[in-house]
């Protein structure tokens, strides 16, 4: 009969558990705090009577729900269309200035929906920019476009990134020999797309929609602009005055978003595609005739997501600058009033940033040195707070500091903030920790090891060094998304805590153009400096 530490062993293995002891309590306690918000939006439904069935199948919930989808599906469709194509243009053939549109086109993403949502509304507001420049040539301003087509062009317009940078990378990395050979056995363009470069990027283009449909069903500010009615945004309105409802809303929007990340998932398993090497870059594609007219494909794209929404920004904070005012406006902008929100930014940003590398390194450790079926269920769980929206997140957060004894004194405060924050983004400084723990070479431990330094210092003088370049682009992932969050924000932020979004979400709705199109400005500035040098630069030191 074995020893009762070797029973224990044993049954580790079978269960798939890898790993030391304190890893695994370190690990569970991680999984435990990413799970606690969901896990309080099921219970509380149940607790409050409420039918999530029947609130599913009710005439209040129809609408919306079904907005919601019809949103998400065409944004990804459109997405998946707009991103594979700029992917092939600046990676496969011979496009003018390609190089430069490969740094320009991920850009949009430093730009959050609602603040471009704002600025396209601004632009032909009464005084607005198309006003000014269509008026003196005799043409009238264009009507506002909300609603459904609002939305959807305001969100394609600055999402299309999350489907053209895993795609860009799968494209440029595909062996020339592959097209070659099928150009030789007599296919054409068309056909060697569909039948060769398509089941090798099809995988790319899969996670890059899916990222982009999550985006899209979490969205609450640029649905609440364009009055598109959606199950976030009546999450939000009965927060306060049908708990009941909220949760119970809050719980399918939650399946839903978890629903299509695990089909995704399976979708990508069972695909049969046998992804080839990435070989030597042959011949591009040559354009010919069409290589002017393919210049629209990116300038169009870029212009619609970043471009034009930096300029009506950019004209309002003039206007406010030099004391323009107009019935939308105040007459000047106070652009010492911008020190306050700029430093709550950059302060709940760094923090979240650097709690959420602390919390998930334990976890990568254990993924990366030990792997498992255990720990993959870890994994699991944390990765799957992405897909919950961070308005759920934050529902979840701010209404257990208020209904659990001795939680109170957290309610509306910047650790229950930041809190909500780490769960909800996470998992992009997970995959990067993963990366960095897989530099260090595990000989360094092991001579370290043989020269007595202890745990801590081999942590402190070998790993740590080694992974800085992968963990700080795991956090500037992190400061940037917390950088750019509403929904979270205007739920579970302390009173008199204003960020640059909030403040960009306050102006908009008192019709304050120049402070909103200034705050903005501000946001995309600081935005750019660190997605240069915390993810772009690092990203560089880890090929």
Request: charged share 15%.
């Amino acid at each position: 009969m074995p020893r009762a530490p070797a029973a224990i062993e044993l049954a580790r293995r079978a269960a798939g558990i890898r790993g030391p002891a304190w890893l695994w309590v370190a690990a569970l306690i991680i999984a435990a705090l990413f799970a606690v918000p969901v896990g309080y939006l099921v219970v509380r439904t149940i607790t409050e009577g409420s039918d999530t069935l029947e609130v599913l199948f009710s005439s209040a919930t129809a609408r919306p729900l079904a907005n919601t989808l019809l949103l998400a599906v065409t944004v990804s469709a459109a997405t998946a269309g707009v991103g594979t194509l700029l992917a092939w243009l600046t990676m496969r053939t011979d496009l003018p200035l390609r190089g430069m549109w490969r740094v320009v086109c991920p850009l949009p993403l430093v730009l959050p929906s609602f603040v471009a949502g704002a600025a396209f509304l601004a632009a032909v507001s009464p005084g607005g920019l198309a006003e000014e420049v269509l008026n003196p040539i005799g043409l009238e301003a264009p009507a506002r476009i909300e609603g459904f087509w609002g939305a959807f062009f305001v969100l394609t317009a600055v999402s299309f990134p999350y489907v053209y940078l895993p795609a860009a990378a799968r494209v440029g990395a595909l062996p020339p020999s592959l097209e070659e050979a099928s150009r030789l056995l007599g296919e054409g363009s068309l056909g060697t797309f569909r039948r060769v470069v398509w089941p090798q990027v099809r995988g790319a283009v899969q996670a890059g929609t899916l990222l982009v449909f999550l985006y899209v069903v979490s969205d609450f500010g640029v649905v609440k602009l364009m009055g598109y009615e959606t199950l976030s945004t009546n999450v939000f309105v009965n927060r306060l005055y049908n708990a009941p409802l909220a949760f119970s809303l809050g719980l399918i929007l939650a399946v839903v978003a978890l629903a299509v990340a695990g089909l995704e998932r399976a979708s990508a398993n069972r695909s049969p595609a046998q992804l080839a090497p990435g070989g030597s870059r042959g011949r591009r594609v040559a354009l010919g005739p069409w290589r002017a007219p393919a210049m629209l494909a990116p300038l169009v794209a870029v212009g619609a997501g970043l471009i034009a929404p930096v300029v009506v920004l950019a004209w309002w904070g003039f206007r406010g600058l030099a004391g323009e005012g107009s019935g939308f406006d105040r007459t000047s902008v106070d652009v010492s009033a911008l020190g306050e929100p700029v430093l709550n930014t950059v302060v709940a940003g760094v923090v979240t940033a650097a709690v959420a590398v602390v919390v998930v390194l334990p976890l990568a450790y254990l993924t990366t040195r030990y792997g498992g079926r255990a720990a993959g269920a870890v994994h699991t769980i944390v990765a799957g707070s992405f897909a919950v929206p961070g308005l759920l997140i934050a529902l979840a957060v701010v209404f257990m500091a208020l209904k659990v004894p001795g939680l109170s004194f957290l309610y509306l405060s910047l650790p229950l903030l930041i809190f909500a924050y780490v769960v909800h983004f996470g998992v992009q400084a997970l995959r990067s920790a993963e990366v960095g723990v897989a530099t260090v070479d595990r000989r360094l431990e092991e001579a370290a090891q043989t020269l007595g330094a202890g745990r801590l210092r081999r942590l402190l003088r070998v790993d740590l060094p080694l992974m800085t370049p992968a963990l700080a682009a795991g956090g500037g992932l992190v400061l940037l998304s917390t950088m750019k969050e509403l929904p979270a924000t205007l739920l579970a932020s302390p009173i008199g805590f204003e960020t640059l979004a909030t403040r960009i979400w306050n102006a908009e709705e008192d019709g304050f153009l120049a402070d909103m199109g200034l705050a903005s400005v501000v946001l995309v500035a600081v935005s750019l400096v660190l997605t240069w040098l915390l993810v772009i630069r690092n990203s560089e030191h880890l090929r």
